[in-house]
């Protein structure tokens, strides 16, 4: 399984922490001078009167790593940790940063500090289960995420993450089960009806068309859930139910989705024959898009069809500037000559 899919979105959390009064020297390299806007700018003005405040400075942290700047969130955390080292909110955080920046050693190095602290936090629990999925140590990830489980079997995450676990093994039956017990905790839990989305998907199972219309239910405006649920109609042959999930997302949430104005003008172009209108929206993607040889190639194709042997030549000949071994540009001209 791409590991991309175990580094599950955060949720940030406002933390209930317990200041510690002993008293925390902080040179001044640990207070940033950086000139900021908005809220890290009101932010580290406070940090520059209460020095000493940890939660300033995981405050300051989430909004880094909201501007996507992982390495200042980081050192922002370190300190507040400095601050409060009994805190696990901080030690779970700092964890989920450095697991996102896909380094291992310190994540397990703060969760063992966490887990120390408080062995039945269930926060701490699911990611140690998920960082031993990481690195693929899949008894490991059962020990810690049973757990969870035994502590607190209300929770939809555990299962969640079980099923991952189950997927990285290559048992689908098996993650399945755990995914539809997390839905049965949480019927709002978006990933999961994806991922069950996705896994009837692959077994051609009609389950799946119900899976991602509850993604829509909870994400109306999802691209990805719109979309997936098109890739399974045209799939499995319902290219009118496709072609209007692909309307949805062009006219409602991003009219210049590439892939969706692609997979329309193929279904119009392979399946329809109409040639007219899969021209226009191959077109459309190349004015989008001018380096997809794919999408070049079924323009040619289009202009081919149409009777417009020049147009044709025109942009088989684009593709193979780009990708000079594509066969099939190679035979559209072959054809054509």
């Known amino acids: 399984m791409n590991k991309v899919v175990l580094l599950v979105t955060l949720v940030v959390v406002v933390f209930l922490s317990c200041h510690n009064d002993k008293k925390v020297a902080i040179s001044d390299k640990e207070i940033s001078t950086k000139v900021d806007t908005g809220v890290i700018a009101?932010?580290?003005?406070?940090?520059?009167?209460?020095?000493?405040?940890?939660v300033l400075f995981k405050d300051r942290a989430v909004m880094y790593f909201t501007y996507h700047d992982i390495d200042n969130a980081i050192k922002d955390l370190e300190t507040a940790i400095k601050l409060d080292s009994t805190n696990t909110d901080y030690l779970n955080l700092i964890a989920d940063y450095w697991i996102i920046k896909g380094n291992s050693k310190p994540t397990k190095k703060y969760l063992d500090r966490s887990i120390a602290i408080n062995p039945e936090n269930t926060g701490t629990l699911i990611r140690l289960a998920k960082l031993y999925l990481y690195i693929e140590k899949h008894q490991e990830a059962f020990?810690?995420?049973?757990?969870?489980?035994k502590i607190n079997s209300g929770l939809a995450v555990p299962y969640f993450v079980k099923g991952l676990i189950y997927d990285?093994?290559?048992?689908?039956?098996?993650?399945?089960?755990?995914?539809?017990?997390?839905?049965?905790?949480?019927p709002?839990?978006?990933?999961?009806?994806?991922?069950?989305?996705?896994?009837?998907?692959q077994l051609k199972d009609t389950l799946a068309v119900s899976y991602y219309k509850n993604a829509i239910r909870i994400k109306p405006k999802s691209?990805?859930?719109?979309?997936?649920?098109?890739?399974?109609?045209?799939?499995?042959?319902?290219?009118?139910?496709?072609?209007?999930?692909?309307?949805?997302?062009?006219?409602?949430i991003d009219s210049v989705n590439y892939q969706a104005i692609y997979n329309k003008g193929y279904?119009?172009?392979?399946?329809?024959?109409?040639?007219?209108?899969?021209?226009?929206?191959?077109?459309?993607?190349?004015q989008i898009n001018q380096s997809s040889p794919n999408?070049?190639?079924?323009?040619?194709?289009?202009?081919?069809?149409?009777?417009?042997?020049?147009?044709?030549?025109?942009?088989?000949?684009k593709v193979l500037r780009i990708l000079p071994s594509y066969q099939l540009a190679i035979d559209g001209l072959k054809r054509l000559n």
């Open 295 to 317: 999408g070049i190639y079924n323009l040619g194709l289009a202009y081919e069809k149409i009777g417009n042997k020049e147009k044709a030549k025109e942009y088989y000949n």
């Open 267 to 286: 279904m119009y172009l392979e399946f329809s024959r109409n040639y007219d209108k899969a021209l226009k929206l191959f077109t459309k993607a190349y």
């Open 168 to 186: 990285d093994m290559a048992d689908t039956l098996r993650a399945i089960k755990q995914y539809q017990t997390a839905i049965e905790r949480n």
């Open 42 to 54: 009101q932010i580290t003005q406070k940090i520059k009167q209460t020095p000493t405040d940890a």
């Open 143 to 149: 020990n810690y995420i049973n757990e969870a489980i």
């Open 188 to 201: 709002d839990f978006y990933e999961v009806y994806i991922l069950l989305g996705l896994k009837h998907a």
């Open 223 to 252: 691209v990805e859930a719109h979309y997936n649920l098109a890739m399974f109609f045209q799939e499995n042959g319902y290219y009118d139910r496709a072609i209007s999930e692909y309307d949805y997302i062009l006219n409602n």
